[in-house]
């Protein structure tokens, strides 16, 4: 299995337990890792053939405009599906970097799924 990385792709969601908080969108940055099959693209050449992580990204730029969520964790998991479904993803994992805490870096959550069988 191959794997195809964005990483900390910057988006800005609603996202927060307190109204407050969800008021104004937030900047988080997200990581996936999409494993698929590229052996036909890498020997043909052929973006059809694979993954476009392009238009992954455009879809993870797009993901948060007219929602919004209270837990980073909901949010994860509702990226793994949306990958799955609409990209045909056969295994993901996503990560999200939240910026809340003063004394830390970052609090993360990480979810793999895999494709339904």
């Given at each position: 299995?191959?794997?195809?990385?964005?990483c900390?792709l910057?988006?800005?969601?609603?996202?927060?337990?307190?109204?407050?908080?969800?008021?104004?969108?937030?900047?988080?940055?997200?990581?996936?890792?999409?494993?698929?099959?590229?052996?036909?693209?890498?020997?043909?050449?052929?973006?059809?053939?694979?993954?476009?992580?392009?238009?992954?990204?455009?879809?993870?730029?797009?993901?948060?405009?007219?929602?919004?969520?209270?837990?980073?964790?909901?949010?994860?998991?509702?990226?793994?599906?949306?990958?799955?479904?609409?990209?045909?993803?056969?295994?993901?994992?996503?990560?999200?970097?939240?910026?809340?805490?003063?004394?830390?870096?970052?609090?993360?959550?990480?979810?793999?799924?895999?494709?339904?069988?």
């Open positions: 299995m191959d794997i195809i990385t964005i900390d910057a988006v800005l969601v609603h996202i927060g337990v307190p109204d407050e908080e969800r008021a104004k969108p937030q900047r988080l940055l997200l990581s996936v890792e999409m494993s698929l099959d590229i052996a036909a693209a890498a020997a043909k050449d052929d973006l059809t053939q694979t993954i476009d992580y392009f238009a992954v990204s455009r879809r993870l730029l797009s993901f948060g405009e007219g929602r919004q969520w209270k837990l980073i964790e909901t949010l994860a998991v509702d990226i793994a599906e949306t990958l799955r479904r609409e990209f045909g993803v056969k295994l993901v994992s996503v990560e999200v970097k939240k910026f809340i805490l003063p004394e830390a870096k970052y609090v993360s959550v990480s979810v793999t799924r895999p494709a339904e069988v």
